[in-house]
C-alpha cells in the first residue's frame, strides 16, 4: 500500500503541479498565436531594462522555466541549462510587460455610442507589449469580466485584466452608464459588482461625495480599489474620503474653479481652463499635490488621448487597424483639430506634462494608460506604446518612463510578480529589437511578448484583427 501511494505521489505531483502553475490550457485559437513555448527557454545576451528604473544591462542571460525568471545574469557566467530553447538576442533588449492602468474594452464607434470590441482590443494591447491591464471603467457589464476569466483560461490570448466594475456615476446623458440613486444605492452596485468578479472601481464625472465615500467605504471593506474620473467632486475632497486613485493627471481637477458648486460638474472645460494657467511652484497646486502624496493617492496620466486633441501633434500610431468608416471619421478629425487656431490644449497638454513631472518629484506615485476613447486616435497597443514615448517627451528618462509603464503599474496594482525583470518574478517580458533606452522610440519594435514564460507573435496578433477592428 505504501509503495502504491509513493508510486503515485511520484506520478501525481506533476499534472497537479502544472495545472496549480503558470500557464493555462490554451485552446488552439490561442495557440496560432504562440510561437514560444518551452519547459525552459534561454534568452542569451541580451540587454535588461529592469523596470526598476536601474541602468540598463548588457550581455544577460535570462532563463525562465514553467512560467517563472529561473536564472538571471551576465551571458559569460549564466549558461543555457541542457535541453534548453536558446535564443541569441543580441542587440536586443527585453523590458518587463507593460502594466497599464487605464485602458478600455469599448471604442467611440458613433455619436455617444461605444462598441465593444473586447476580442480584437485584448489581442492589440498584447501585440503593444501590454502584459497586465487595468480596465479604467466599462460600459458593457459583464465583458471586462468575462474576457479576464477567458484570459486566465487560456481561452483568448490577451493581458491579464483588473477588471473594473461599470462607471459610479450619477445621472447625465450616456446611454450606457447607470445613474446610480443615492449612498446606499452606491453601496449596492458595488456589492453586486464585486460578487459578479469585478476587481476595481472608477467614479465618474457626475458622482456626489456622498455615494463616492459610501463606495469607497464598500470598495475597501472587500480589499479592492476605486480611482475616479472626476468633476463634480474635487481631487482634494475625494483624496479626504480615501479615494486609491485619479485619472487623466491633473486635467480632470475641479479644484480651482471659482465658485465650483459642492456635488456639481461645472464642466470638463471650466476646469481645464484653471488648469491650463495654473503655476506647477504656485501655492494652491502644491498644497494639493502635498495632499495626494500624503494620502498616496495615485495619479494616472493619459497622456495618449490629450494629444489627439491637440493641434500639430503626429498622426497617433495604429489607425490603419481600423474599419475604414472609423478610419476616416478619425482622419478627418484629426484635420479639424490640426486647423484649430484657438484651443486650449496648446497650452493645456504641455501643462499637463509638467504638473504630471511635479507631481513625481514631490514624491507621487505615477501611473500610465491610454484611454482609448475620445475622438477615436488612440489604438490599444499602439497608444500604450505612445505613451511611454510621450512620458519622455514630458522630461522623464527612458528609464523612468518605462518604469512608470510597468513596476508602478504593478505596484499599484499590487501584483508583485510582474513588472520588474528579477529571479523569481513571472515571465512578462517584451523583446524589442532596438535599444529603448537610448532611443525610446525602439519600444515600437515589439518581437515577441512573454507572458508567464509564452511566446507571443505580435504579427500575427495584429494581422489577426487588421482592418477589422470596430466591428468587434
Ligand atoms: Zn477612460
Redesign the pocket.
Known amino acids: 500500500m505504501k509503495r502504491v501511494l509513493a508510486a503515485l505521489l511520484l506520478v501525481l505531483p506533476l499534472p497537479i503541479v502544472l495545472a496549480a502553475g503558470q500557464r493555462p490550457n490554451f485552446t488552439n485559437g490561442v495557440r496560432g498565436f504562440i510561437k514560444i513555448d518551452a519547459p525552459v527557454v534561454a534568452l542569451t545576451n541580451v540587454r535588461v531594462i529592469d523596470g526598476t528604473g536601474a541602468a540598463a544591462k548588457e550581455n544577460q542571460t535570462i532563463v525562465i522555466r514553467d512560467g517563472a525568471i529561473a536564472e538571471l545574469g551576465p551571458a559569460a557566467s549564466v549558461k543555457p541549462p541542457e535541453g534548453a530553447m536558446s535564443l541569441d538576442l543580441s542587440g536586443k533588449s527585453v523590458i518587463p510587460g507593460l502594466v497599464m492602468v487605464?485602458e478600455?474594452l469599448y471604442y467611440p464607434t458613433g455619436p455617444g455610442v461605444y462598441g465593444q470590441l473586447g476580442e480584437s482590443f485584448v489581442r492589440l494591447y498584447l501585440a503593444g507589449g501590454v502584459t497586465t491591464m487595468r480596465t479604467?471603467?466599462n460600459t458593457n457589464g459583464v465583458m471586462d469580466l468575462n474576457l479576464k476569466a477567458d484570459v486566465e483560461q487560456g481561452r483568448q490570448p490577451g493581458p491579464a485584466i483588473d477588471a473594473t466594475a461599470p462607471y459610479l456615476n450619477g445621472p447625465q446623458g450616456m446611454l450606457q452608464m447607470y445613474a446610480l440613486k443615492d449612498a446606499d444605492d452606491a453601496r449596492r452596485q458595488v456589492a453586486y459588482w464585486a460578487e459578479m468578479g469585478a476587481t476595481s472601481y472608477k467614479a465618474y464625472m457626475q458622482i456626489t461625495r456622498a455615494e463616492l465615500g459610501a463606495a469607497v467605504e464598500e470598495v475597501h471593506k472587500r480589499k479592492l480599489k476605486i480611482t475616479g474620473?472626476l468633476c463634480s467632486v474635487t481631487y482634494s475632497e475625494a483624496a479626504d474620503l480615501g479615494i486609491d486613485n485619479l485619472?487623466h493627471g491633473f486635467l480632470a481637477s475641479t479644484d480651482f474653479v471659482a465658485d465650483k458648486k459642492p456635488d456639481e460638474c461645472p464642466g470638463q472645460g471650466a476646469g481645464q481652463k484653471t488648469i491650463a494657467g495654473l503655476d506647477a511652484n504656485g501655492e494652491p497646486f502644491t498644497s494639493l499635490v502635498k495632499k495626494l502624496v500624503d494620502k498616496r493617492v495615485a495619479l494616472t496620466s493619459?497622456l495618449t488621448v490629450f494629444e489627439t486633441f491637440t493641434p500639430g501633434r503626429p498622426m497617433p500610431p495604429g489607425i490603419d487597424v481600423l474599419v475604414a468608416p472609423l478610419k476616416e471619421a478619425f482622419e478627418q478629425r484629426y484635420a479639424a483639430t490640426a486647423k484649430s487656431q484657438q484651443s486650449i490644449y496648446t497650452t493645456l497638454f504641455p501643462k499637463a506634462m509638467a504638473l504630471e513631472r511635479a507631481f513625481v518629484k514631490a514624491g507621487g506615485l505615477l501611473i500610465a494608460g491610454t484611454?482609448p476613447?475620445g475622438g477615436g486616435g488612440v489604438i490599444p497597443g499602439y497608444s500604450n506604446q505612445r505613451q511611454v514615448e510621450l512620458l519622455v517627451e514630458a522630461g522623464f528618462t527612458p528609464l523612468e518612463a518605462i518604469q512608470i509603464c510597468t513596476s508602478n503599474g504593478a505596484k499599484y496594482l499590487g501584483r508583485d510578480k510582474v513588472g520588474t525583470i528579477a529571479i523569481g518574478k513571472q515571465a512578462d517580458l517584451v523583446v524589442i529589437n532596438g535599444n529603448p533606452a537610448a532611443a525610446i522610440g525602439d519600444i515600437r519594435k515589439v518581437e515577441t511578448v512573454f507572458k508567464q514564460g509564452v511566446g507571443y507573435d505580435p504579427a500575427k496578433l495584429l494581422a489577426s484583427v487588421s482592418g477589422k477592428v470596430g466591428l468587434w
Do not use: A, L, P, V
Request: hydrophobic share 0%; net charge negative.
Open positions: 487605464h478600455h479604467g471603467g474620473h485619472e493619459t484611454d476613447t
